[in-house]
């Protein structure tokens, strides 16, 4: 019964998204081109560093190594296995849908069992310091104070929310470390042998994820678009602008936030250059990345497909999520002056010089990224032979 009402709700979605096409395909294709555009020069080049790099050091056996340094860390804190730890670093610093496709291959690779997934996801799937610097502090703001302010609100938040869900489904029997890594072994001659073979199933793997990605994207775009000539935007902001006001918040903020639920760099975009208090368009940017969007729960669907990994914690806990980085941006707003901050015009315009700058950038961001970790990996292990 339950498979049927979820068959005919997608009928239902699909027609609408057809029939809408049909009679209104100025705005869809219009719609469609902003969604190419974002994905292929900015989430594109920005995303596919990490995609490869973290394919290759799963299928390289990097993970396991890393996994037995960092369980006196992991294990504590958030209840999993240190080779969760990995999916922290990279998932803490690239971006939606980064960590959600690392966890799913560590559980695939079963260094995470299911339990264990599930609370991953649950706060180490976030926006990246790329989109919350470069995007929308600099491309929207023009500032870097407000992209260090959002930034911090989102991972004190995502860190917070993953120690509140230590202790779901505590009752799934944890694995120990040794465990994990005696459940695969690979010899190392062969992995160097074969690096060539590895590279390409990295680079195959990781080019499918990403169109499924674009194919997200776009579609959200289009569905947004549709949802604005059809006036349902607007319905629900006269239904919402009550709550706004009896939290002073101004009315004009509302529009861009529920397209900020729906995708949070179009959402982003519209909080930015609406005229409102600035410390009100932090708050609510910061609560809108931290949810991540319709478009990224989609993609993490599409990625998590095909495993055991339930969505419905990973949905609560964005929501969680979104509340305390909204929150923490309030507390931090509090004590830092941004009044003298205004936003720019110069919101991105993609073009190929600045995807090869995203690029570059996201190459670099993920090798500090995992030099980082080898390098908390090495004062641990220091740690423990003084020990």
């Not at 930034?151 to 929310?161: E, V």
Request: with cysteine; proline share 3%; aromatic share 12%.
């Amino acid at each position: 019964m339950k498979g049927d009402k979820t068959k005919a709700l997608s009928i239902v979605f699909v027609l609408f998204l057809v029939i809408s096409i049909i009679i209104f395909p100025k705005n869809s294709l219009a719609a469609a081109k902003s969604g190419i555009n974002l994905w292929l020069f900015t989430v594109f080049p920005a995303l596919l560093p990490f995609f490869i790099g973290s394919e290759m050091l799963v299928q390289l056996g990097f993970v396991k190594m890393l996994g037995k340094f960092l369980e006196p860390i992991m294990r504590p804190i958030f209840n999993v296995s240190g080779n969760g730890g990995f999916a922290m670093a990279v998932g803490y610093t690239s971006g939606y849908p980064v960590g959600a496709q690392i966890i799913k291959r560590l559980w695939e690779e079963k260094l995470l069992n299911t339990a264990e997934a599930e609370r991953l996801m649950t706060f180490c799937n976030n926006s990246g310091p790329l989109f919350m610097l470069g995007v929308v502090a600099m491309g929207m703001f023009n500032s870097s104070t407000i992209g260090y302010i959002i930034m911090l609100s989102n991972y004190l938040a995502a860190i917070t929310t993953g120690i509140i869900f230590r202790n779901y489904n505590i009752e799934n029997k944890n694995l120990k470390s040794s465990e994990y890594h005696n459940i695969r072994q690979s010899n190392p001659d062969d992995l160097i042998a074969n690096f060539g073979e590895i590279l390409g199933s990295a680079v195959k793997y990781s080019m499918n994820t990403m169109i499924m990605i674009g194919g997200y994207i776009i579609t959200f775009s289009v569905l947004i678009e549709f949802l604005k000539v059809y006036g349902l935007i607007d319905a629900i902001e006269k239904v919402i602008t009550p709550i706004f006001e009896a939290i002073g918040f101004n009315k004009n903020l509302i529009a861009g936030y529920l397209s900020g639920l729906m995708e949070i760099t179009i959402g982003s975009n519209m909080i930015s250059q609406a005229t409102a208090p600035l410390y009100q368009k932090v708050i609510l940017i910061s609560s809108i990345l931290a949810w991540g969007g319709l478009s990224t729960h989609g993609q993490v669907i599409g990625v998590i497909n095909n495993t055991k990994i339930n969505y419905l914690p990973y949905l609560i806990a964005k929501a969680i999520h979104s509340l305390f980085a909204a929150l923490f941006s309030f507390v931090f707003l509090k004590f830092i002056n941004i009044d003298n901050i205004t936003a720019t015009e110069a919101f991105y315009q993609g073009n190929m010089k600045s995807m090869i700058s995203i690029f570059e950038i996201s190459s670099l961001m993920f090798i500090i990224s995992l030099l980082s970790v080898i390098f908390l990996v090495i004062l641990i292990s220091m740690t423990n032979k003084e020990a």
